[in-house]
C-alpha cells in the first residue's frame, strides 16, 4: 500500500520558519511527483508546491502566495519530501498535506494527485 505520512507543523510566530516532512512508502520515489497543498477553514484545498523527483532542478512550482517564501526538495535516498516555509504569515495557517502523483510529472490540481497523506496543522499567530 502506497502511503504518505506527514510532519512538521506546529504553532509558529509570524515571521517564523517551518520545514515540513512527507515520507512515502509503497512507492518506487524515484519515479513520482509530489506536491504540497493546504486548507485553511472554510476555504478550497490549494496547491502549495510541486516537485518531480525525477528532475529535482528543472521541475518544481510555487504558488504566487509562498513563491519567495518557500522551497520544495526531496531526499530521494529517504523517500521524503520537504517543504521549507520561512517568513511565515497568518494567511498560511491551514491544515498542510502531501500528495502523489505516479506519473512524475508536476501538477497543480489537487485531482491530478494518486495519494494522499493525512494532514499536518500549520498555526501562525501574529
Known amino acids: 500500500d502506497v502511503q504518505l505520512q506527514a510532519s512538521g507543523g506546529g504553532l509558529v510566530q509570524a515571521g517564523g520558519s517551518l520545514r515540513l516532512s512527507c515520507t512515502a512508502s509503497g512507492v518506487n520515489f524515484d519515479d513520482y511527483a509530489y506536491g504540497w497543498f493546504r486548507q485553511a477553514p472554510g476555504k478550497e484545498r490549494e496547491g502549495v508546491s510541486t516537485?518531480?523527483?525525477?528532475?529535482?532542478?528543472?521541475?518544481?512550482w510555487y504558488s504566487d502566495s509562498v513563491k519567495g517564501r518557500a522551497t520544495i526538495s526531496t531526499d530521494n535516498a529517504k523517500n521524503t519530501v520537504y517543504l521549507q516555509m520561512n517568513s511565515l504569515r497568518p494567511e498560511d495557517t491551514a491544515v498542510y498535506y502531501c500528495?502523489?502523483?505516479?506519473?512524475?510529472?508536476?501538477?497543480?490540481?489537487?485531482?491530478?494527485?494518486?495519494?494522499w497523506g493525512q494532514g499536518t496543522q500549520v498555526t501562525v499567530s501574529s
Open positions: 516537485i518531480s523527483a525525477r528532475d529535482r532542478d528543472a521541475n518544481t
Open positions: 500528495a502523489a502523483r505516479s506519473d512524475g510529472l508536476i501538477a497543480t490540481d489537487a485531482t491530478d494527485y494518486d495519494y
